[in-house]
């Protein structure tokens, strides 16, 4: 299995989160299948690549510096960026195969208890925690990087360049929170045009670059995207938020109608668009527009690899569902249970979307200035 050697990973620790004196402790975070019958492969080298991590980190916890690293290990919550449970488990023996198996392999110990005692967060877990963390984060001060979905073959991905990264996405951070809206256009199989106007007043856009300076703050390992959250109408005004929104899923396009900032309809003959008629009228709030996202790591040689984690970041992404974690309003009450809730990008990149190619992208400005900052997929900025 691909891995990082032991320097690297120190340095990685080092590089994600520059040094505060208050740092004291790092948290490996993984999550454990409540049904071994949905475990999987990838699941199981994830647990195996912390167990790693821990035992590596811990042994040179001193070149970091810091007191202590752990292994915090918890139940699934069976979806993206659903709340964390109540409490998890510090593992101090083997990596346990099912959560049934947790109250033997480590100490029960609230949530809230890790988050206040603990500076530092890597989390390689099945389902994404950005959304939770991102919330915990501003509430105790500490800093996580999550890796949902993380595998070996993301390793090249920590080795690239997250200066030149920063740049990019800095770039496309100040453009975004400047724009009044975004004006994106797609085409469908070489001929079929669709676009959104996307609503980006109110709103300011987040960078991330890989790195976590600041305290309170939560993203992604490996990243390099900018991103932003289209107004959601929260200040008495609709969104301006509309168009159509064409998504290619296992093959078949969908093509959502937008309203309002919200796919009210999804049109298709095939089962792909009769499961999301089916999901946007079981669950409203999955067809909120929570994020227009600009992915910079294919210009540095990355492929996609069949996680979000990393496919995200290679290019333009727009998310369903919720955003009160980005600087929405859409958040886990929005969602009949807690299992519902779901943050869900949509990929425009060829090896994803091959029926579907984006064919521009401009920023508009209150005062009617426009600039392009894609076409034809490519970006025209850098």
Same mark, same amino acid.
């Given at each position: 299995?691909?891995? $990082?050697?032991?320097?690297?990973?120190?340095?990685?620790?080092?590089?994600?989160?520059?040094?505060?004196?208050?740092?004291?402790?790092?948290?490996?975070?993984?999550?454990? =299948?409540?049904?071994?019958?949905?475990?999987?492969?990838?699941?199981?080298?994830?647990?195996?690549?912390?167990?790693?991590?821990?035992?590596?980190?811990?042994?040179?916890?001193?070149?970091?510096?810091?007191?202590?690293?752990?292994?915090?290990?918890?139940?699934?919550?069976?979806?993206?960026?659903?709340? $964390?449970?109540?409490?998890?488990?510090?593992?101090?023996?083997?990596?346990?195969?099912?959560?049934?198996?947790?109250?033997?392999?480590?100490?029960?110990?609230?949530?809230?208890?890790?988050?206040?005692?603990?500076?530092?967060?890597?989390?390689?877990?099945?389902?994404?925690?950005?959304?939770?963390?991102?919330?915990?984060?501003?509430?105790?001060?500490?800093?996580?990087?999550?890796?949902?979905?993380?595998?070996?073959?993301?390793?090249?991905?920590?080795?690239?360049?997250?200066?030149?990264?920063?740049?990019?996405?800095?770039?496309?951070?100040?453009?975004?929170?400047?724009?009044?809206?975004?004006?994106?256009?797609?085409?469908?199989?070489?001929?079929?045009?669709?676009?959104?106007?996307?609503?980006?007043?109110?709103?300011?856009?987040?960078?991330?670059?890989?790195?976590?300076?600041?305290?309170?703050?939560?993203?992604?390992? =490996?990243?390099?995207?900018?991103?932003?959250?289209?107004?959601?109408?929260?200040?008495?005004?609709?969104?301006?938020?509309?168009?159509?929104?064409?998504?290619?899923?296992?093959?078949?396009?969908?093509?959502?109608?937008?309203?309002?900032?919200?796919?009210?309809?999804?049109?298709?003959?095939?089962?792909?668009?009769?499961?999301?008629?089916?999901?946007?009228?079981?669950?409203?709030?999955?067809?909120?527009?929570?994020?227009?996202?600009?992915?910079?790591?294919?210009?540095?040689?990355?492929?996609?690899?069949?996680?979000?984690?990393?496919?995200?970041?290679?290019?333009?992404?727009?998310?369903?569902?919720?955003?009160?974690?980005?600087?929405?309003?859409?958040?886990?009450?929005?969602?009949?249970?807690?299992?519902?809730?779901?943050?869900?990008?949509?990929?425009? +990149?060829?090896?994803?979307?091959?029926?579907?190619?984006?064919?521009?992208?401009?920023?508009?400005?209150?005062?009617?200035?426009?600039?392009?900052?894609?076409?034809?997929?490519?970006?025209? +900025?850098?």
């Amino acid at each position: 299995m691909l891995t $990082l050697a032991p320097e690297e990973l120190v340095a990685l620790v080092r590089s994600v989160f520059p040094r505060y004196e208050t740092d004291k402790a790092l948290a490996i975070l993984v999550d454990v =299948p409540r049904e071994t019958e949905r475990d999987n492969p990838d699941w199981r080298e994830r647990r195996q690549l912390a167990r790693d991590w821990h035992a590596l980190l811990d042994a040179r916890k001193a070149a970091i510096p810091l007191d202590e690293v752990k292994l915090v290990a918890y139940a699934d919550v069976g979806s993206n960026n659903a709340d $964390l449970p109540v409490e998890a488990f510090l593992i101090d023996g083997a990596m346990p195969e099912s959560a049934a198996e947790l109250e033997r392999a480590g100490q029960r110990v609230p949530f809230e208890q890790i988050f206040a005692e603990t500076q530092l967060f890597l989390a390689p877990t099945e389902f994404s925690t950005t959304a939770p963390l991102k919330v915990a984060a501003k509430r105790h001060g500490f800093r996580a990087a999550t890796m949902p979905g993380f595998a070996a073959s993301m390793i090249p991905a920590l080795r690239i360049d997250y200066g030149e990264v920063a740049r990019r996405v800095e770039t496309l951070q100040a453009r975004l929170s400047q724009a009044d809206h975004a004006l994106v256009s797609f085409l469908v199989d070489g001929r079929d045009e669709y676009g959104v106007r996307f609503d980006l007043r109110h709103r300011s856009a987040h960078a991330s670059s890989g790195r976590f300076p600041d305290a309170g703050t939560a993203g992604n390992l =490996p990243s390099g995207e900018a991103y932003i959250v289209p107004y959601e109408g929260e200040k008495g005004e609709a969104s301006q938020t509309a168009g159509t929104l064409p998504v290619e899923i296992q093959g078949e396009v969908v093509l959502f109608t937008i309203q309002a900032n919200r796919a009210v309809a999804a049109e298709g003959q095939g089962r792909q668009a009769e499961a999301e008629r089916a999901h946007l009228s079981q669950e409203p709030a999955y067809g909120n527009m929570a994020e227009l996202g600009f992915g910079v790591l294919a210009d540095f040689g990355l492929e996609p690899i069949g996680e979000i984690l990393l496919d995200e970041k290679l290019g333009l992404h727009v998310a369903f569902g919720r955003s009160e974690h980005f600087g929405g309003i859409v958040g886990p009450g929005d969602f009949s249970t807690p299992a519902a809730v779901i943050h869900l990008d949509r990929i425009y +990149i060829p090896q994803v979307m091959p029926r579907i190619a984006v064919r521009e992208v401009v920023l508009g400005h209150a005062d009617g200035r426009c600039e392009t900052v894609m076409a034809n997929g490519a970006y025209t +900025i850098f």
